[in-house]
């Protein structure tokens, strides 16, 4: 019998991901604060639950993607939060991008109740979480990892045992997601700088996606700082900014210099501040252009 699972959080990389497992017949219950996005999967044989305590009752696995550690912290321990509803056994999956603090508290407020905790951020845009081609990043006890695994070869396409602290795997996350926005800061740069000197921005794209810059960061983002692809969003802008306040957060804590995350932050709050939140992270290339005098 396969096991129960609930997911909590149906943005755009949780709903693709409990889809999954409705299409390869695990019994799921879905729960998400707007909860016309939980009706939808209900065609699909998904159990929609009022509250994340009752998208719990009788899970065995509980997976959860949601926006920040506020919200989080608000369907674990809040008022009818999932905690105090899991069964002895049953396991929490933590998916978002969160303070490695966060995760590590979690865990303990898990083994006092008779749970357990993973963390599990992922890498990987909404149409990989359709396609179940996700890169999992994975933290907490090896055995409760083992346990896990099956059930994530319907999501990514590898994993990786990041350690047995519960942190561990966010660490990674942010240090990847501060990459990530590096490489999108350090493209818009450059494709400026050739566009004005004579360049098409595509031509750059294909070029150094195709030698020396040959992955899919700069291949796949470069290609929509290239063409002003910036809706509808992969990933929000305003999320990723929230990111890289969690990065600077835990670099303090840890005492990091991080002189260029300073320069990310700025970046990413004026395009906010210009109504961009809602667009592609990769649009901070929108106020790169303008900085230059090209209108973009």
């Known amino acids: 019998m396969k096991p129960v699972i609930a997911y909590l959080g149906l943005g755009g990389m949780g709903m693709p991901m409990a889809k999954r497992f409705l299409d390869a017949g695990y019994p799921t219950t879905v729960w998400n604060r707007s909860p016309d996005k939980a009706a939808a999967l209900a065609s699909s044989g998904a159990r929609i639950a009022l509250s994340p305590a009752d ?14 550690d506020h919200a989080l912290d608000d369907i674990v321990l809040g008022d009818q939060g999932l905690l105090g509803a899991m069964q002895p056994g049953a396991m929490h999956v933590s998916m978002s991008t969160i303070l490695p603090g966060t995760s590590r508290r979690l865990a303990v407020a898990h083994g006092e109740r008779g749970t357990t905790y993973v963390a599990a951020p992922v890498f990987g845009r909404p149409e990989a979480a359709g396609a179940g081609m996700l890169w999992i990043c994975l933290s907490g006890a090896s055995g409760d990892q083992d346990r896990l695994i099956p059930l994530l070869t319907h999501l990514c396409r590898q994993h990786y045992n990041i350690g047995s602290d519960p942190g561990a795997a966010n660490v990674l996350k942010l ?3 501060f990459m990530i926005a590096s490489a999108i800061e350090a493209m818009s740069e450059a494709f400026v700088f050739g566009e004005k000197n004579g360049l098409d921005q595509k031509d750059l794209v294909e070029f150094f996606g195709g030698t020396i810059f040959s992955c899919p960061i700069y291949q796949n983002y470069g290609r929509f700082i290239a063409t002003q692809n910036f809706e509808p969003a992969g990933f929000r802008l305003a999320l990723a900014r929230k990111d890289l306040h969690l990065v600077a957060e ?42 230059a005098g090209l209108e973009k």
Request: hydrophobic content about 50%.
């Open 175 to 177: 240090a990847g997601n």
């Open 55 to 68: 998208a719990v009752a009788g899970a065995d696995f509980v997976f959860t993607m949601v926006a920040d």
């Open 250 to 291: 835990t670099a303090r804590t840890s005492n990091v210099p991080m002189p260029f995350l300073t320069t990310l932050i700025n970046r990413f709050t004026a395009r906010v501040a210009k109504g961009g939140g809602e667009l592609d992270w990769t649009s901070i290339a929108i106020d790169v252009a303008n900085d």
